[in-house]
């Protein structure tokens, strides 16, 4: 069965550092991978996706995730981070079955 | 509607009653999905519509809980004689066509709490 481990619930930054969330995946097959961003009292937004066409992705408000194959990984980076960034953010793969299964979630805070 | 929306978007109810949760997807979109997300946790799959059909219910559960999407647009998530431990969020979500490559869209969800 297709899993994603998120690596740390909390994470905090300082304004300005760089962000590095870590998800790690197990699959069998090369598998569909999504960051989903969820604002405080605010539904599931996607950042990005994975779908095989490139192994670097940029997604939206200037994050992006690297498909690493050798170390199962999809780490979301952000190059410097801002207070609006706060938020949780889910790792999800495609389960075979057309529904999407998500990790346990890492909330962001960043620092003035 | 522009987006994905449920109501309520609070519910409250006493042990042992029967709630139902409603789910407007963005329209013409044919795949619905129910999620519960208990605190700390990540969304949970419940239930995939495609159009008016369950086509996957392995989520569910148990027989407490059901679904359903009669005219392929509105979805009801059902939950009889509720206990404690189905207080979580609910979220609903659509997508055009279902396929695993295209974006899914959230609503807001419902908060249930079971008192």
């Known amino acids: 069965a297709q899993s994603v481990t998120q690596l740390g619930s909390h994470v905090s930054v300082s304004e300005g550092a760089l962000v590095l969330l870590r998800c790690n995946y197990s699959?069998?097959?090369?598998?569909?991978l999504f960051w989903y961003v969820q604002y405080p009292n605010q539904g599931l937004q996607l950042l990005l996706k994975?779908?095989?066409?490139?192994?670097l992705v940029k997604g939206i408000n200037g994050f992006e995730a690297e498909f690493k194959k050798s170390e199962t990984s999809f780490h979301l980076t952000k190059p410097s981070a801002h207070m609006s960034d706060a938020a949780e953010y889910f790792c999800?793969?495609?389960?075979?079955?057309?529904?999407?299964?998500f990790g346990s979630g890492t909330r962001l805070q960043v620092q003035p | 509607g522009a987006g994905v929306s449920q109501t309520p978007s609070n519910k409250v109810t006493e042990k042992g009653k029967y709630v139902e949760l409603r789910c407007d997807p963005i329209s013409g979109h044919t795949a619905l999905y129910w999620y519960r997300q208990s605190l700390g946790q990540g969304p949970e799959f419940l239930i995939y519509f495609q159009g008016t059909g369950a086509a996957d219910d392995s989520g569910l559960p148990n027989d407490r809980f059901f679904a359903v999407r009669p005219e392929g647009s509105v979805s009801t998530l059902k939950i009889q004689r509720t206990e404690r431990g189905d207080s979580a969020v609910y979220l609903c979500?659509?997508?055009?066509?279902?396929?695993?490559?295209?974006?899914?869209?959230f609503g807001q969800g419902t908060r249930l709490t079971v008192v």
């Open positions: 979500a659509s997508s055009p066509i279902g396929q695993q490559d295209t974006e899914a869209f």
């Open positions: 999800a793969v495609w389960k075979g079955r057309r529904a999407l299964t």
């Open positions: 994975y779908t095989s066409a490139a192994t």
């Open positions: 699959s069998s097959v090369p598998p569909y």
